[in-house]
T-cell receptor, first 114, second 114 residues
């Protein structure tokens, strides 16, 4: 079982360019999440989706957008990247709402914006 | 803002010793989760303790929860070099209504020396 996959593994991106980080899960989980992880700050939630067709804003949503066209995929788009978006991005999923449900994480995408 | 804060930020012990990490949080919770992250990897769920539980065990892991002090501890007994990782606590603020998403602390970096 693959669990959650993310692509690409890493990327260097010029400021002002757009990019989509891909996330796919094969566990038929309803809820999916995008986090960014920065040194000393732990993980911060960017956007989430409780079920296909719905999305919500997390703690740090500015500069990012998401879509949830189906259960399996939850892409994260940076429309115009800025250096402060340099980070490691993790996608996660859970059976249902976060409360009481463990989250399963992907391997991460390391993004550098120059 | 971070709900959970781990203490210490870094911990170095010898193989075979016990490791204790603490987590403090700010608001009322329904449960608290602990996750582990190996270097360069995604987070892996370790254990969940509910607000009506005071202690929980899983293998070499022992978690305690003191809701009156808004704190939790993770004890790893008989540590091994393979336990070297970062450990995060995660909680949900029950006062946030429908936006019930996990908030992670900044983590404790545990190093177990062989």
């Amino acid at each position: 079982t693959a669990g959650i996959t993310q692509a690409p593994t890493s990327q260097i991106l010029a400021a002002g360019r757009s990019m989509t980080l891909r996330c796919t899960q094969d566990m038929r989980h309803n809820a999916m999440y995008w986090y960014r992880q920065d040194l000393g700050l732990g993980l911060r939630l960017i956007h989430y989706s409780n079920t296909a067709g719905t999305t919500g804003k997390g703690e740090v949503p500015d500069g990012y957008s998401v879509s949830r066209a189906n259960t399996d995929d939850f892409p994260l788009t940076l429309a115009s990247a800025v250096p402060s978006q340099t980070s490691v991005y993790f996608c996660a999923s859970s059976k249902g709402l976060a409360d009481g449900n463990e989250q399963f994480f992907g391997p991460g995408t390391r993004l550098t914006v120059l | 803002s971070q709900q959970g804060e781990e203490d210490p930020q870094a911990l170095s012990i010898q193989e075979g010793e016990n490791a204790t990490m603490n987590c403090s949080y700010k608001t009322s919770i329904n449960n608290l989760q602990w996750y582990r992250q190996n270097s360069g990897r995604g987070l892996v769920h370790l254990i969940l303790i509910r607000s009506n539980e005071r202690e929980k065990h899983s293998g070499r892991l022992r978690v305690t929860l003191d809701t009156s002090k808004k704190s939790s501890s993770l004890l790893i007994t008989a540590s091994r070099a393979a336990d070297t990782a970062s450990y995060f606590c995660a909680t949900i603020d029950v006062g946030r209504g429908s936006a019930r998403q996990l908030t992670f602390g900044s983590g404790t970096q545990l190093t177990v020396l062989p």
